[in-house]
């Protein structure tokens, strides 16, 4: 158990909508990152909070937003979803040599 | 840029045998970090070992060692004594500092290891 907490575990919704992903970091840690993976693109970096600020920016969509909130635990949302966006998401918070710690994923599935 | 590069889709081994799965990286950096993680079928990702680019010594984490050779720019991920257990996908990572100042870690394309009884 990493102790990063992602919900939901699996998400199947249509295309056009919009969902939110949420994460918990481990107890302690100010940071928070996302992300993708998908089939064909493997682990791509979508973007880092640490201690409610946005401090780094990948490949993140412009459909795609995320903010993390006092308490720490970051969100994820995710609008105007197309078939390309089913991937499993990923949330990590870091330690101090700078691995990070996996929660389990969430599965977007959009049909 | 900085890249991780691991060359091979797939591997196989026997069960109680070694397997080495290979990754290069490319940086410019003087300080950085390397990872490897490991993805069972259920999904998570479980990190199995460090290595920083100024540590003298390979890392070891039980079976797991990182065999880093600094001047060709590689980190392979040697496992000992395989187990069925170990089937996953493995990735290679590289900690990259952000124009920011702050950390991220980028992977490469991973390898799936399948151990055969």
């Known amino acids: 158990d990493s102790g990063v907490t992602q919900t939901p575990k699996h998400l199947i919704t249509a295309t056009g909508q919009r969902v939110t992903l949420r994460c918990s970091p481990r107890s302690g840690d100010l940071s928070v990152y996302w992300y993708q993976q998908s089939l064909d693109q493997g682990l791509q970096f979508l973007i880092q909070y640490y201690n409610g600020e946005e401090r780094a920016k990948g490949n993140i969509l412009e459909r795609f937003s995320a903010q993390q909130f006092p308490d720490l635990h970051s969100e994820l949302n995710l609008s105007s979803l197309e078939l390309g966006d089913s991937a499993l998401y990923f949330c990590?918070?870091?330690?101090?040599?700078?691995?990070?710690?996996f929660g389990e994923g969430s599965r977007l599935t959009v049909l | 840029a900085q890249k991780i590069t691991q060359t091979q889709p797939g591997m196989f081994v026997q069960e109680k045998e070694a397997v080495t799965l290979d990754c290069t990286y490319d940086t410019s950096d003087q300080s950085y970090g390397l990872f490897w993680y490991k993805q069972p079928s259920s999904g998570e990702m479980i990190f199995l070992i460090y290595q920083g680019s100024y540590d003298e010594q390979n890392a070891t984490e039980g079976r797991y060692s990182l065999n880093f050779q600094k001047a060709r720019k590689s980190a392979n991920l040697v496992i000992s004594a395989s187990q069925l257990g170990d089937s996953a996908m493995y990735f290679c990572a590289m900690r990259e500092i952000s124009s920011g100042g702050y950390n991220k870690l980028i992977f490469g394309a991973g390898t799936r290891l399948a151990v055969h009884p």
């Open positions: 990590a918070s870091q330690w101090n040599t700078g691995e990070l710690f």
